[in-house]
């Protein structure tokens, strides 16, 4: 089961899991164009609604019998300085990008549990270990999902059920495009803007694909950690770029806590 198949890295995800003979229900928000396919269910799921999630997941269980992995990848990303956020946009994010995957993950818990047996992936970012200036509430609903996960990693091993949290760079997929959003700007983080992302323009024009990961190349990474059952790390990178990012977030927070004379150094 795959939230948020119809584009990017979901729909990369989908196709990949089909082409590997795996029976796949993607769930969408609204019209799709993803391919007939024999062993392909597509059901439209806003995943901010509890009960919807839940529903969905008792109607992919009635068509495929089980769910063996959930993927939760639907999710946008939001521009903009804590200061210029609305409690529209934070409301928004936070239901989508944190609480919309702890429902999906409540509802196939008790199915997993049943069956004892299943995998639940979370799609997260490098930006969930360290932070950059202007995604301060993407950041945060990202943090926020790994903060849940892996408290849930420790309670649902005992079911035979694994959680991994999966850890992107720079993808080249519509994320930054589509499927970014705008807090409206104040003109005193202009600069900022300009500095960071080379325009101060809000929505920013649209680019060209850049230089990150592909989606396919990071849905078969996925699907590699799926079948990876004696793997027993939670977090995983994905991309050239990732280990390097974090590597630099984690320097960063140790420096800081070390300013603290009683942090042991070793």
């Given at each position: ?20 003979g795996?029976s796949?229900d ?12 024999e ?17 969905a ?5 009635a ?25 529209e946009?934070a ?10 995957p ?9 199915v ?6 299943g ?5 997260s ?20 999902l790994?903060?849940?996960?892996e408290a ?17 760079g720079?993808l080249?997929?519509?994320w ?33 694909p850049?230089n990150?990961?592909?989606?396919e190349?990071a ?31 984690l ?6 806590y070390?300013r ?7």
């Amino acid at each position: 089961m795959i939230t948020g198949g119809n584009r990017g890295l979901g729909r990369a995800l989908t196709l990949a899991a089909l082409d590997a003979g795996h029976s796949v229900d993607a769930t969408v928000r609204g019209t799709h164009s993803l391919p007939k396919h024999e062993r392909l269910t597509v059901q439209t799921l806003d995943v901010r609604d509890r009960r919807a999630a839940h529903e969905a997941a008792e109607l992919a269980v009635a068509r495929l019998g089980r769910i063996d992995v959930l993927v939760n990848n639907a999710g946008y990303g939001l521009i903009g300085a804590v200061e210029e956020v609305s409690e529209e946009d934070a409301r928004a994010i936070i239901d989508t990008n944190l609480l919309g995957p702890l429902w999906l993950s409540q509802a196939v818990i008790p199915v997993m549990r049943g069956q004892g047996v299943g995998h639940i992936v979370q799609i997260s970012t490098v930006g969930a270990v360290g932070t950059r200036p202007l995604l301060g509430l993407y950041n945060s609903t990202k943090w926020g999902l790994e903060a849940f996960s892996e408290a849930m990693a420790a309670e649902v091993q005992q079911f035979g059920i694994r959680v991994s949290l999966i850890e992107p760079g720079a993808l080249d997929t519509d994320w930054a495009g589509g499927s970014m959003r705008f807090s409206s700007p104040t003109n005193a983080y202009d600069s900022l803007r300009t500095e960071l992302f080379g325009t101060a323009e809000v929505p920013w024009p649209k680019s060209e694909p850049g230089n990150g990961t592909t989606p396919e190349s990071a849905a078969s990474a996925i699907l590699a950690r799926v079948s990876a059952t004696k793997d027993p790390r939670l977090r995983v990178l994905v991309g050239d770029d990732a280990p390097a990012q974090v590597r630099a977030a984690l320097d960063l927070r140790q420096e800081d806590y070390a300013r603290d004379s009683r942090y042991p150094t070793s």
